[in-house]
C-alpha cells in the first residue's frame, strides 16, 4: 500500500509484475536507415493503480473491498518521411479470474488498426481471447470487429508490455534470467529475460549508471517452430529488444531494436527525456560532487 509498487501475481512460476503507482517517463524517438537518420517522435511510459470497481451489472457489485487493479500505458507518436502514426497500448491487471488481464492496442495515422486480448482463468484452465478490426464486411472507409479467436495457453502467460515492466522485476530479484510465456495474436512465445552488461548511459534526463537487459523471443514448448526475427514487439520492434535501466531500481532510460519498413531495417533508439513518479532513488549521477570527489581522493593520496 502507500507508495510501494501494486504486486500482480502471475502463477506459473513467473514472478509477480510490481506495477508503479503513478510514474510518468517521457522519451524521444531517433531512427538509424543505413547511413541516415532523423529524430521522428516521443515515446511516453505511464503507470497507475486504482480501486477495482467490478460491474455494477452484478449482483453486489461496487467494490470498495480494498482491491486494486494496476495498469500499463504506452503511447508512441511521431513522423518520418511519408509516414506517420500514433500507437497506444493499454494493459490492465485485474483482481479476478477472468479476464485477469487485458491488453488493447490502437494505431492510427498512415495504417489504422485495433487489437484486443484477454486473459485469465475459465473453468481453472488459463484462457486466452484475441480480436481484431478489419474492412473485410465493413461499410467503405470503415473497419470493424472480426470475430473472435480464443485458445487456451501456459499459466503465466504475458502480455507485451508487461513484459517489459517484468524487466524490472527481474533486476530486484537478483536473478540472472526469467523466463516466462508471452502471447502475441494468438501465439505463444518463449521469452527470456536476461541480464548483460553495465555501462554508464546519458540521455536528456541525465546521466545513469545502467544496466542492459536483453527480451529475446523463441519458440515456446509444443508451439510450432516460430523464427525470432518474425515476433512484433513493443510498437513493431522485431526480435530481441534491449533494454537499458538504471541499475537500483529498474527505472528505463533506453530501449533499443529494430523495426522492419519494407526492404530496409530502420534502427530505434528511445531515449529518456523526462521523468514524474519516479522511485526516490532514481537520480542522475551528479558528474561534478563526482569528478570533486575524484581529485580530492587523487589530492589525499598524493
Known amino acids: 500500500e502507500g507508495t510501494a509498487p501494486l504486486a500482480f501475481p502471475l502463477g506459473g512460476g513467473v514472478p509477480d509484475l510490481l506495477i508503479p503507482r503513478g510514474e510518468h517517463l517521457a522519451f524521444g524517438v531517433h531512427v538509424t536507415v543505413g547511413p ?69 492496442t490502437r494505431q492510427t495515422g498512415s495504417e489504422n488498426r485495433r487489437r484486443e486480448i484477454q486473459l485469465g482463468l475459465q473453468e481453472d484452465v488459463t484462457h486466452a481471447t484475441f480480436r481484431k478490426d478489419s474492412t473485410r464486411g465493413a461499410p467503405r472507409g470503415q473497419r470493424i470487429w472480426q470475430p473472435l479467436a480464443q485458445r487456451d495457453v501456459p499459466e503465466g502467460t504475458m502480455d507485451m508490455l508487461g513484459a517489459v515492466y517484468l524487466a524490472r522485476t527481474l533486476l530486484l530479484s537478483e536473478e540472472e534470467e526469467l523466463v516466462f510465456p508471452l502471447i502475441d495474436k494468438m501465439d505463444i512465445w518463449k521469452m527470456t529475460l536476461s541480464l548483460g552488461e553495465e555501462k554508464r548511459i546519458e540521455v536528456p534526463a541525465g ?35 534491449k533494454l537499458w535501466v538504471e541499475k537500483t531500481t529498474g527505472v528505463p532510460v533506453r530501449i533499443q531494436g529494430t523495426i522492419p519498413a519494407g526492404p530496409v531495417d530502420v ?36
Not at 518520418?80 to 497506444?88: D, R
Not at 531515449?271 to 563526482?290: H, M, N, S
Open 36 to 104: 541516415m537518420g532523423a529524430t521522428v517522435g516521443k515515446v511516453f511510459l505511464d503507470t497507475g493503480v486504482d480501486a477495482f470497481q467490478e460491474s455494477l451489472v452484478l449482483l453486489g457489485g461496487g467494490g470498495g473491498d480494498g482491491r486494486e487493479v494496476g495498469w500499463l500505458k504506452a503511447k508512441a507518436e511521431g513522423g518520418y518521411l511519408f509516414y506517420n502514426m500514433e500507437s497506444v497500448l493499454d494493459s490492465r491487471y485485474l483482481p479476478q479470474d477472468w479476464p485477469s488481464i487485458s491488453f488493447y
Open 207 to 241: 546521466t545513469f549508471d545502467a544496466v542492459e537487459i536483453v527480451l529475446e523471443p523463441s519458440t515456446w514448448e509444443d508451439e510450432p517452430e516460430q523464427e525470432a526475427g518474425k515476433f512484433s514487439g513493443l510498437f513493431g520492434i522485431r526480435g530481441s529488444i
Open 267 to 302: 534502427e530505434c533508439d528511445i531515449y529518456l527525456e523526462t521523468t514524474t513518479g519516479t522511485p526516490d532513488a532514481f537520480q542522475p549521477i551528479d558528474l561534478e560532487a563526482e569528478a570533486a570527489a575524484a581529485a580530492s581522493s587523487e589530492a589525499a593520496e598524493g
